[in-house]
């Protein structure tokens, strides 16, 4: 009973950080566009989102659920499984002309850049704290040594 409820606690602290996310991209893209306002189909879809989202990244990358995977192939799966469940969004609530192939181009660039900016953006993020605990478990070494 206690992993359900780290998996619960899990996905919904994610899902919150994701919809938040999701809004400050949607609010952007509504400014980019000079659009007026948001629907609530639009507002309820990022909310969805934004829950699966933190599902497939705790499967994907919290350890909770598959315990031995190497990193790349977490990013890899929770691409693809990610980036079917914002088409099947995309397509069921309407997010653009699914008949207009430029529309779909533009979806799958969108989703490749911002997947990459936040991918990368974790990445130099994780390499820069741990290189800042190597230099305090370095600092730990020395001092403990001279005592």
């Known amino acids: ?3 359900f409820f780290d998996v619960v606690i899990a996905v919904k602290e994610r899902a919150a950080l994701n919809y938040t996310a999701a809004m400050c991209i949607y609010l952007f893209f509504l400014w980019a566009f000079q659009q007026e306002g948001a629907s609530l189909s639009a507002l309820f879809s990022l909310l969805l989102v934004g829950v699966m989202s933190g ?4 499967v994907a990358f ?3 659920l598959i315990k031995k995977l190497a990193y790349g192939w977490r990013m890899v799966l929770f691409f693809v499984v990610f980036g079917a469940i914002l088409t099947v969004f995309a397509v069921g609530f309407g997010w653009f002309p699914v008949e207009n192939a430029w529309a779909w181009v533009s979806f799958g660039v969108a989703f490749l850049l911002i997947f990459a900016a936040i991918a990368g ?3 130099i993020y994780y390499r820069a704290s741990g290189r800042r605990w190597d230099d305090r478990l370095d600092w730990y070494r020395r001092n403990r040594d001279k005592k």
């Not at 599902?55 to 705790?58: A, D, P, S, Y």
């Open 55 to 58: 599902l497939v990244q705790v």
């Open 121 to 123: 953006g974790i990445e």
């Open 62 to 64: 919290s350890g909770l």
């Open 1 to 3: 009973m206690k992993k």
